[in-house]
């Protein structure tokens, strides 16, 4: 049996590509801790379950403390941290989640609260910083099985906004034509038929596209391996 | 707060292929309720989180009471069930698991212990059968983008018995040449130089194979996007 003051939480790795010291890179969304236990360490946005909520009703409403929900482009549960002593004194089960905010939204955060860049991270709490290297893992590997990218893009843009945005959550460097080329054919991106007006550079006018979907699929399923249609 | 009576669970989809109806099918393991709430019907295994083990360890432990753990290939974590009312009285947050134990093993089952076909299961305790729903749908995901088949093969096979597996798994059929040439060409099986001895039938000797790794991995990141070597 569980000792009766076990509590269940949820904790949210919130992701977004930002621009950290003049270059993309995926940035996660932190609070620090005002008070003991571990105070001025560094925390994700998430907290106790409610008796009458499940737990991503949990999660979403924890979110909403710290960044508006309709700026949550996509939500999904990854693991339960559940070791016995992963935070001192009575037992915390954190089942952990995944969430995307698009490049072009800047949501108004509380003053507790500042992205940080993944690959540079504050000092943690407890084991929040095994959470956000789990939470970046699973985002890179399904950037490459399923259009989860959606999540982090905006509803417009051209092909060197999301080589940016892959860059930056996938940590190395990809090809425009190769990732043009990948996502077309797997009917991931639809061209809007529109172009963006000339930047300041100058140069010739983009062709923009969006996400087919705008909830997860794989998008990778053998062809071999295809239910009959 | 949660009630201090909520209990946390963990409940494991326990998955083999195996013949119902003198064909190939996916089967689960599941036990009958011998009695209230809800005898008669039947359940995944799995039990109460003890105090002082994490999820994996509990599931482990509880499935060794219904299966010998050394025959389980495989084991993930799926989703935490966590709606308030799943179960009636004291709140039960469930973490589910997917479990796999390969074609040529038969575990000595208890007696209140069998193995059902996944496309006609009895009647099902609580919300278990949306669980086995769950896991069959991330077990045939997965069978399109990673290696999880080890978990469901023998240690050495023909590429018609890998096309039962994959025909049982997915619950449709699958053409052994295509199969074939995508695993090779993403390197998930490799030809043991062996080949098996002539069935009754008499045909020609088929060439063997293994899986290259015996844990879980992509097979299909996208070219284009591999980290540089």
Redesign the interface.
């Known amino acids: 049996?569980?000792?009766?003051?076990?509590?269940?939480e949820s904790l949210t790795a919130v992701f977004q590509v930002r621009e950290f010291d003049g270059r993309s890179q995926l940035g996660v969304l932190l609070w620090q801790r005002a008070l003991d236990p571990q105070q001025g360490t560094w925390s994700l946005p998430g907290g106790?379950?409610?008796?009458?909520?499940?737990?991503t009703t949990s999660a979403r409403r924890q979110l909403a403390e710290k960044v508006d929900v309709k700026e949550l482009a996509h939500l999904e549960?990854l693991?339960?941290f559940?070791?016995?002593h992963r935070v001192p004194g009575h037992?915390r089960?954190a089942?952990t989640f995944l969430g995307l905010v698009p490049l072009t939204t800047d949501p108004r955060l509380p003053s507790d609260t500042r992205w940080h860049p993944v690959s540079a991270l504050p000092r943690m709490s407890f084991d929040h910083g095994v959470v956000v290297e789990y939470a970046r893992t699973r985002l890179a590997?399904k950037?490459?099985?399923t259009n989860i990218a959606f999540g982090l893009a905006p509803s417009e843009f051209a092909m060197s906004t999301l080589r940016e945005i892959?860059c930056a959550a996938?940590g190395?460097?990809?090809?425009t034509t190769?990732?043009q080329?990948?996502l077309g054919r797997r009917k991931v991106l639809t061209p809007t038929g529109t172009t963006s007006s000339p930047g300041r550079s100058g140069g010739r006018p983009a062709a923009l596209y969006r996400f087919t979907d705008s909830r997860i699929r794989?998008t990778?399923?053998?062809?071999?391996?295809r239910?009959?249609s």
Chains 1, 2 share one sequence.
């Open positions: 049996m569980l000792h009766s003051s076990t509590v269940h106790k379950l409610r008796e009458d909520e499940d737990l549960q693991a339960v559940s070791d016995p037992r089960i089942s590997a950037l490459s099985y892959y996938l190395y460097d990809v090809d190769n990732l080329r990948v794989v990778d399923e053998f062809a071999a391996l239910p009959p």
